[in-house]
């Protein structure tokens, strides 16, 4: 049974960082595609970034590039996002997914499975 399970949500200030985590289990972990997804108040689900199995292929949403940083370690099963320069507009609750066709750039994203989310709020 696949099971996405993300934690490290909370609370941070403008400009803070944050990492989010995603213990995967139930699939072979290194042989997927892996993605954040995130969904704010009153908006459509977006494709945030994601990575291949072997971690050397990465893509980011415009609005990320150069703050988020997706990682993942396939002796852990888990996929992390390391956000910097926080924003009022990353507030979201944030997914973790598998990545069904591979990583590529952001807009062609498709989630698999789905994490249940955790929330993060940008706040001050």
């Known amino acids: 049974q696949v099971r996405l399970v993300e934690s490290g949500g909370g609370l941070v200030q403008p400009g803070g960082s944050l990492r989010v985590s995603c213990a995967a289990s139930?699939?072979?972990?290194?042989?997927?595609?892996l993605g954040w997804f995130r969904q704010a108040p009153g908006k459509e689900r977006e494709a945030v970034s994601c990575?291949?199995?072997?971690?050397?292929?990465?893509h980011y949403a415009a609005s990320v590039q150069g703050r988020f940083t997706i990682s993942r370690d396939n002796t852990e099963n888990t996929l992390y996002l390391q956000m910097n320069s926080l924003k009022f507009e990353d507030t979201a609750i944030y997914y973790c997914?598998?990545?069904?066709?591979?990583?590529?750039?952001?807009?062609?994203?498709?989630?698999?499975?789905w994490g249940q989310g955790t929330q993060v709020t940008v706040s001050s």
């Open positions: 990575i291949n199995g072997n971690g050397e292929t990465t």
């Open positions: 997914a598998t990545v069904t066709f591979g990583c590529r750039p952001v807009s062609a994203l498709t989630g698999g499975y």
């Open positions: 139930g699939f072979t972990f290194d042989a997927y595609a």
